[in-house]
């Protein structure tokens, strides 16, 4: 079965083709800029999206005659980028006549990890991107129950808003990941936030507060002047990864652990730092995308409405939603 995977929620238009999915034909990917502003400014998003997203289905139709079903990321994401892919999966439904499934991005993220992978359940789940951080226990593909989320801050935004206080480019996790290979990570004493009586569950709002004040001075803001040398920037990006993701790595190695867990699957954009995948390696196997699926792709949203469909497509009127609870994970 081929499966074509659209993926439009944030800033990247992105179209795959997926055979029974684990088999990848094709993986397009247009990134778009938005470094001038810091961050992704959502109407100019949905604007490019417009543009960008039938050569993208072009491209990755290239040399494939029909395909079965349409996946489409329905959500979490932005509003106006969701319309425009899930909007082009219907009209290439109808004038395909073949049916489309709305997937969850999230969900996808995760996917992306099992995909070409064993599958060895019980398993626990990673998700570490720039919108999302949790956990969840894996029964088996569609079948989770969350564990632990963030209560603020996604790790991956974390990075992004550092890199941001030490004039870094967005987006910032692989900035600081370069810039932390030259620092030491004891230097700074910085903390990931605890939640009373939910272990596994994340916050990383004080942690960046800690690197604000560290780079600005005590009672700095985000728009003084950094106050510190290049090489102490070095350091405050070493300390302040290492404080981040040590905290995902142990929370995931002691949920793995309680819940009896055989392997872990870790996605999302930030499962491509290095740091995080030795810090992650212990007792159980660590499965991680391979190349070009830890950031947000077409590929695992193909992947996954093939796993999810069951023989009956999404009707029409299916509305995209910017937000969907973890809850809904529960299978
Ligand atoms: O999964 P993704 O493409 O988008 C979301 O769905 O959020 O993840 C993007 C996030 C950004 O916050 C980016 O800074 C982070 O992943 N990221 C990294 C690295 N590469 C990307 N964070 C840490 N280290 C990296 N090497
Ligand atoms: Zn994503």
Not at 17 to 27: F, K, P, Q, T
Not at 219 to 246: M, P, W, Y
Not at 263 to 275: E, T
Request: with cysteine; charged share 20%; aromatic share 6%.
């Amino acid at each position: 079965m081929l499966v074509l995977g659209i993926e439009t929620t944030c800033d990247e238009t992105a179209c795959s083709v997926v055979r029974d999915g684990e088999e990848i034909l094709s993986n397009i990917i247009a990134s778009q800029s938005h470094e001038a502003y810091g961050g992704v400014y959502p109407e100019m998003a949905a604007r490019q999206h417009v543009d960008l997203i039938i050569p993208v289905v072009k491209q990755a139709m290239e040399g494939i005659d029909k395909v079965d079903l349409i996946a489409v990321a329905k959500g979490p994401g932005l509003i106006g980028p969701l319309l425009i892919g899930l909007n082009a999966a219907k009209a290439l439904s109808l004038g395909w006549e073949i049916p489309f499934v709305g997937v969850n991005h999230v969900e996808a993220h995760l996917y992306a990890a099992m995909m070409k992978a064993p599958k060895i359940f019980p398993a626990l789940g990673v998700v570490a991107s720039g919108g999302h951080t949790f956990l969840v226990k894996i029964r088996d593909v569609g079948h989770y129950e969350v564990v632990g989320t963030t209560v603020d801050d996604a790790v991956g935004e974390a990075f992004d808003k550092v890199a941001t206080l030490l004039g870094l480019p967005y987006p910032g996790g692989p900035h600081i990941e370069k810039l932390a290979k030259r620092g030491n990570p004891e230097r700074f004493l910085f903390r990931a936030g605890r939640i009373k009586g939910r272990p596994y569950d994340f916050s990383f709002s004080g942690l960046k507060t800690n690197v604000l004040y560290q780079v600005k001075g005590q009672n700095g803001n985000r728009k003084s002047e950094a106050l510190i040398s290049e090489e102490e920037k070095a350091d405050v990006a070493a300390s302040f990864q290492e404080t981040a993701l040590s905290d995902v790595a142990r929370k995931a190695k002691k949920a793995a652990l309680e819940w009896e867990c055989r392997a872990l699957y870790v996605g999302g954009g930030v499962s491509q730092n290095q740091r995080l995948r030795e810090l992650l390696e212990g007792d159980v196997p660590v499965f991680f995308p391979s190349k070009g699926l830890c950031l947000d792709n077409a590929a695992m949203i193909a992947g996954l409405g093939y796993q999810v469909y069951r023989g009956q497509g999404d009707p029409l009127d299916l509305e995209p939603q910017t937000r969907i609870p973890l809850s809904s994970m529960r299978g």
